[in-house]
């Protein structure tokens, strides 16, 4: 059975699809979901964090680069880039709570990106939910 976990790894393939050059990756994404089993509710939060990461895709950017240290913004790994901003989308724009937004992205990080990633994803998301946490 899909989570919602999946629900967010469905999200950051997508995008990450996309960015490396996929432009139908988008118009993909029901096929995705379908195929992960993605129904729903899970499916709603899927496509809601989908649309939301795209509408405030520029500001999520600026955000991710003000809360580096010692990394580049050009530099960074695509997918990590992918896992902060589904992150930063959920912290800012979707209610999500910070402590659950973070918690996701590092789990999901262990199983998408390299090892040391975790720990500045982690650190990034801190900066983030301190800077703009209610």
Known sequence: MA?????????IQTLYAKDMG????IEQFDEILKDKKIKNKKAE?????LDGVLKHLDKIDEIIKEHLVGWDFDRMHL????????AIYEMLYNNTPYQIAIDEAVKISKNFSEDKAKSYINGILDRVAKKYKR
């Open 79 to 86: 997918i990590d880039k992918e896992i902060l901003r589904v």
């Open 3 to 11: 989570t919602i976990t999946h629900s967010r790894e469905a999200v």
């Open 45 to 49: 939060f899927a496509k809601t964090l």
């Open 22 to 25: 996929n432009e139908k990756a």
